[in-house]
C-alpha cells in the first residue's frame, strides 16, 4: 500500500490505471476510520483493480463553530487500517494542496441539502459536495461507495454527480452499529461513558419507527410523535430534528407508501449525533 501526499502524484498515478484500462474504486474519508469506514472499504476492494482510500480533514464543510480543530485525528491507524484492509493507495493530502490561499469556486446543491442536517448546518453541504468533486476529479474513480449513515450526503453527492454530468458511479453501503446498536461514528468518541449510554436513544427510536411500520402503522405524524417522546424521555437528549421525508425528494411525507427516510439528529451534551432507516422498501 502507498501513502500519496499530493494532487500531482494521485493524478498520475489515477490518469496511468485509467490508460491501462483498470478500474478505480474510491472510498473518500475524513480519517479516524471505524468499522463503518471499513465496511466500505471491503465493499470496494473485490469490485475494482485499484482501491483508492481517501483521509482529508476537510475544514469548508465545518460550521465556525464547529468541530474543525478537535475532529479526532490518528494517521498511522488509520494507515494500518487501510493496509489491513487491503487498500492499494491512501491519498492524504494536506489543506494547502486541496485549497489555495485564495480558493473561491464552490458547489452548491440548492434544494436537497436545505432540510434536515443542512437547516442545522449552513454551508455544511456545499463543503461537502466541493471537496467530493474536487476528489472524483483528482482521483477519476469508477465508483466511489458512501455510507447510508449520511443519507442525506448520499442524496446530495447523488444529484451532483447527475446535475454535473460527473462519470461516476455512486454505491452506498448500510449503517454499521456498535453491538448495542450505536451509528457507528468518529463523533461517538467525544461520549462520556453517561453520554455513551443516552446516546442508545437514536438507535432504540429508529428500531420504534421500524416496528411501528411493521406494525402497520403508515401515518408519519404518529410515528414521529412516538419517535419524540421517545428521545425526550432521555435526559441529555436534546433533539434538532425528527424528519420523515420521500427517500428520493427529501420532501416531508404523511403517509409511508413509498421509500421513505426516517431521519433523526439529537445532541447528547454537545455531541451531535445521527441515525437513519428507510422504511417502505421492498
Ligand atoms: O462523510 C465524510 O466523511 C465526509 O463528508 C466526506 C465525504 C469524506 C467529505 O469530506
Same mark, same amino acid.
Request: net charge negative; charged share 25%.
Given at each position: 500500500?502507498?501513502?500519496?501526499?499530493?494532487?500531482?502524484?494521485?493524478?498520475?498515478?489515477?490518469?496511468?490505471?485509467?490508460?491501462?484500462?483498470? *478500474?478505480?474504486?474510491?472510498?473518500?474519508?475524513?480519517?479516524?476510520?471505524?468499522?463503518?469506514?471499513?465496511?466500505?472499504?471491503?465493499?470496494?476492494?473485490?469490485?475494482?483493480?485499484?482501491?483508492?482510500?481517501?483521509?482529508?480533514?476537510?475544514?469548508?464543510?465545518?460550521?465556525?463553530?464547529?468541530?474543525?480543530?478537535?475532529?479526532?485525528?490518528?494517521?498511522?491507524?488509520?494507515?494500518?487500517?487501510?493496509?489491513?484492509?487491503?487498500?492499494?493507495?491512501?491519498?492524504?493530502?494536506?489543506?494547502?494542496?486541496?485549497?489555495?490561499?485564495?480558493?473561491?469556486?464552490?458547489?452548491?446543491?440548492?434544494?436537497?441539502?436545505?432540510?434536515?442536517?443542512?437547516?442545522?448546518?449552513?454551508?455544511?453541504?456545499?463543503?461537502?459536495?466541493?471537496?467530493?468533486?474536487?476528489?472524483?476529479?483528482?482521483?477519476?474513480?469508477?465508483?466511489?461507495?458512501?455510507?447510508?449513515?449520511?443519507?442525506?450526503?448520499?442524496?446530495?453527492?447523488?444529484?451532483?454527480?447527475?446535475?454535473?454530468?460527473?462519470?461516476?458511479?455512486?454505491?452506498?453501503?448500510?449503517?454499521?452499529?456498535?453491538?448495542?446498536?450505536?451509528?457507528?461514528?468518529?463523533?461517538?468518541?467525544?461520549?462520556?461513558?453517561?453520554?455513551?449510554?443516552?446516546?442508545?436513544?437514536?438507535?432504540?427510536?429508529?428500531?420504534?419507527?421500524?416496528?411501528?411500520?411493521?406494525?402497520?402503522?403508515?401515518?408519519?405524524? *404518529?410515528?414521529?410523535?412516538?419517535?419524540?417522546?421517545?428521545?425526550?424521555?432521555?435526559?441529555?437528549?436534546?433533539?434538532?430534528?425528527?424528519?420523515?421525508?420521500?427517500?428520493?425528494?427529501?420532501?416531508?411525507?404523511?403517509?409511508?407508501?413509498?421509500?421513505?427516510?426516517?431521519?433523526?439528529?439529537?445532541?447528547?451534551?454537545?455531541?451531535?449525533?445521527?441515525?437513519?432507516?428507510?422504511?417502505?422498501?421492498?
Amino acid at each position: 500500500m502507498k501513502t500519496i501526499s499530493t494532487v500531482a502524484e494521485m493524478r498520475e498515478i489515477s490518469s496511468r490505471a485509467r490508460s491501462l484500462k483498470q *478500474t478505480i474504486g474510491f472510498v473518500p474519508t475524513m480519517g479516524f476510520l471505524h468499522d463503518g469506514h471499513l465496511s466500505l472499504i471491503r465493499s470496494a476492494r473485490s469490485c475494482c483493480d485499484l482501491l483508492v482510500v481517501s483521509i482529508f480533514v476537510n475544514r469548508t464543510q465545518f460550521g465556525p463553530n464547529e468541530d474543525f480543530d478537535s475532529y479526532p485525528r490518528d494517521l498511522s491507524r488509520d494507515l494500518e487500517l487501510c493496509r489491513i484492509n487491503k487498500a492499494d493507495l491512501v491519498f492524504h493530502p494536506p489543506q494547502e494542496d486541496m485549497y489555495f490561499d485564495d480558493y473561491s469556486v464552490f458547489v452548491e446543491e440548492t434544494r436537497l441539502s436545505r432540510g434536515l442536517c443542512g437547516a442545522a448546518r449552513p454551508g455544511h453541504f456545499k463543503g461537502v459536495t466541493s471537496v467530493v468533486c474536487k476528489l472524483f476529479n483528482i482521483i477519476q474513480p469508477d465508483f466511489a461507495v458512501f455510507g447510508q449513515k449520511d443519507a442525506q450526503q448520499v442524496r446530495v453527492i447523488d444529484r451532483m454527480v447527475r446535475d454535473l454530468n460527473i462519470p461516476v458511479e455512486i454505491r452506498t453501503a448500510p449503517i454499521v452499529r456498535e453491538p448495542d446498536g450505536l451509528a457507528m461514528s468518529s463523533r461517538n468518541t467525544y461520549l462520556s461513558p453517561e453520554e455513551r449510554s443516552q446516546a442508545l436513544c437514536l438507535s432504540k427510536t429508529i428500531s420504534l419507527a421500524e416496528k411501528l411500520h411493521s406494525g402497520g402503522e403508515l401515518r408519519a405524524s *404518529t410515528i414521529e410523535s412516538a419517535m419524540r417522546e421517545l428521545i425526550e424521555s432521555y435526559s441529555m437528549a436534546q433533539i434538532d430534528y425528527v424528519e420523515i421525508v420521500d427517500s428520493g425528494s427529501l420532501e416531508p411525507v404523511e403517509k409511508i407508501e413509498a421509500p421513505t427516510l426516517v431521519a433523526i439528529a439529537v445532541r447528547i451534551g454537545s455531541t451531535r449525533l445521527i441515525d437513519n432507516t428507510v422504511l417502505g422498501d421492498s
